[in-house]
């Protein structure tokens, strides 16, 4: 019998290769990619930065969706929807127009009116199905950026028929961003006569908090990895949202994310100066070479390169690194890349660290998809020890592109890494449970100790690029939750 179709509109804040900060961009474009292959109708919305590279792409103005308005307080906004799709796949995306809103310098801002910013793409995106006559399946929400439709579906538009069989799923990328905001603006959140349905203690102390509102009124919450969806419901991990994940529980599930791989493969990864498979593994050392020339650093035989890609950030272990790597780089021998930005003291950090080693550190600041992409295949291992990680790809990246990683225990991280044993060489990577400098050090040990034993080395980086992490298996997950919630075969 022929697979029932399912009908989504994903809304987010992000999505690659148009509009990236992070993980979020790549799972929402390759999620929404692989629900349109797999032959379901996916609509999404992203708004239309002013910083989104158009050169390649083909926009058009959709004549349903030109001149709309919202009335957001005393304010009316006036915005329009064009169509285009992502360079080099077939997947639609509509791009939410409202220059007034969009057209700043960063996908996110410390603006005053940032709430409103995502407020209009979540409202716009139910106004999107309705001028369309879309009735969804399921409204697919992002983040705290689209944590207030679910409730917008039960409350403001809980008039429309359209969505009377529409559930709505909320997906946590990371509990670390709740969208808090001051109780002031909640007359401009559209949301008259619903106000009660807020978390009435948060709005005594002066708030609302966006991601909570989600958790309280999404059909499902989902999360990205299953130890994370764990985690979450925890004291440790929670972020105050841990008593209401609980109570929540029977509709909380933690999917792992998958990688995309016509993106993240180092057989034909176009952005590298040679590409490698686990029959042919030549190229790896042509990429080493290369990006250690580029990036001014000494090359010597035998050294191993260790490798991070990251948002600077307390969420991903950067104090530990600093703490630790110079303290190794005085007694052992290996070479240290870094490419990131973010947090001002983080990269002040690692700038000294670069001064104090030259022509072993390499600190770039800045975000680079090609030198992300050279460090993943140039590095021998790769370092995520992060504080908490909901996910992580680019521990499944390394994986793919033969580079140890060399992990925190948490979250994603525990869920795609698995232990190296030495007796059977056997696992993928290394991990290390408590967050501190010792776990840290201990784990950059092992790793370096490993890597003398070159025979035993390349069996564990044969069994990681062995491993299948494609949406192509991941993304059945977010299908049959899909269904099930649909009453669909
Ligand atoms: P998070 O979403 O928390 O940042 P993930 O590991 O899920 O962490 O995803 C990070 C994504 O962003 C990866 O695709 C990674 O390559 C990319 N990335 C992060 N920092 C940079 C950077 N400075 N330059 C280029 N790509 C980056
Ligand atoms: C978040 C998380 C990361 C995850 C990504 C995509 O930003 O920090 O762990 O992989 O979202 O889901």
Known sequence: MAQQKLKICLLSSELAPLAKTGGLADVSSALATYLHEDGHDVRVLIPRYSRIDETALKIEPVAELTDLEVALGQRRVRYSIDRTTIAGRRTPVHLLRCPEFYARDGIYTNDEDEYLRFVLLSIAGIQMCQRLSFAPHIMSCHDWQTGLVPLYLKSTFAWDKLFANTKSVLTIHNIGYQGWFPSWVLDNLALKGAEHHLHQDDLKHGVVNFLKTGVLYADVISTVSPTYAREIQGDDYGMGLNDLLRQRGGSVIGILNGVDYDEWNP???????????????????????????????????????????????????????????PRLLGRRDFSFAILGSGEQRLEQMLHALERAFPGRVCFYRGFNNKLAHMIEAGSDMFLMPSRYEPCG???????????????????????????IDEISESGTGILFRDYNAAGLEWAINRGLDLFDNQELWNKIVANGMARDFSWRRQGGHYVNLFKKLSNLK
């Open 393 to 419: 790809l680019n521990q499944m990246y390394s994986l793919k592109y033969g580079t140890v990683p060399i992990v925190r225990e948490t979250g994603g991280l525990v869920d795609s890494v698995d232990p």
């Open 267 to 325: 057989a034909t990864d176009s952005l590298l100066p040679a590409n490698y498979s686990p029959e042919d593994m030549s190229g790896k050392a042509v990429c080493k070479s290369v990006l250690m020339k580029e990036l001014g650093l000494d090359e010597r035989p035998g050294r191993p390169l260790l490798g991070v890609v990251s948002r600077l950030v307390g969420q991903k272990g950067i104090d530990l690194i600093a703490e630790v790597v």
